[in-house]
């Protein structure tokens, strides 16, 4: 940014006309990977933000490919970050890690995360508990999401595509429970029907174009 021809008068703006240069291909940078890990586990482990920014060293085992949920952080209305047990008695629980997201995490422990056992899996910037508003202005989730093509995309919505996933692995009742961290059936069978709605969906499609080679052989007979 130095040899930039323009005059930047705040750093927010600077950072804007560099990500704008980023994304046109006219930026030689250095891509930051420390919440790549971080997107990845909550999608596919099915976390919650407060569990996933509340996760230590010691709770992920990378040989058994597992992660242990035991905590959660709580932001209340005061700004105040608490950490507390997870949001139900089933949140205490141990998922399984896809490979794929076991090598994504392995780099980031060696990068970004301390020594010590208890030390934090996502730190903020000053090493202390990562806030989700941080985490959104780091990583300028609503503009990244929109030049996805995903405009007001949440994180959220990452756990429920962890959810369908599971769920679109044919699992039964209990073990989705289990890996969704919820103790009564209601939120495990709402992702059991939107799987079977969409397979209702497909079947549908395949029902209209076996009809219609049918009655195109009808037609040439």
Do not use: C
């Amino acid at each position: 940014m130095r040899a930039f021809p323009e005059t930047f008068t705040t750093r927010a703006d600077a950072e804007r006309a560099l990500w704008k240069m980023g994304t046109d291909g006219r930026a030689d940078r250095t891509q930051d990977r420390r919440f790549r890990a971080l997107v990845l586990l909550a999608t596919f482990a099915s976390l919650r933000w407060g569990e996933v920014s509340a996760l230590r060293r010691s709770d992920v085992d990378l040989d058994a490919g597992t992660v242990r949920i035991r905590a959660a952080f709580v932001e209340r209305a005061t700004g105040e970050l608490v950490l507390g047990p997870p949001k139900s008695k089933a949140g205490r629980r141990v998922v399984g890690i896809p490979q794929a997201v076991v090598q994504a995490l392995k780099e980031h422990i060696e990068i970004y995360v301390k020594d010590e056992p208890g030390a934090l899996l996502f730190p903020g910037a000053k090493g202390g508990a990562l806030r989700r508003s941080g985490f959104n202005t780091r990583t300028r989730w609503v503009d990244v999401v929109k030049e996805m093509g995903m405009p007001g995309l949440h994180f959220h919505d990452l756990r429920h595509t962890g959810n369908m996933l599971a769920a679109e692995s044919g699992a039964g009742l209990k073990d989705l429970m289990a890996r969704m961290g919820h103790d009564n059936v209601r939120a495990a069978l709402i992702y059991q029907h939107a799987v079977r709605g969409a397979d209702q969906m497909i079947t549908d499609a395949i029902d209209r174009q076996i009809k219609k080679e049918d009655d195109g052989e009808l037609m040439a007979r």
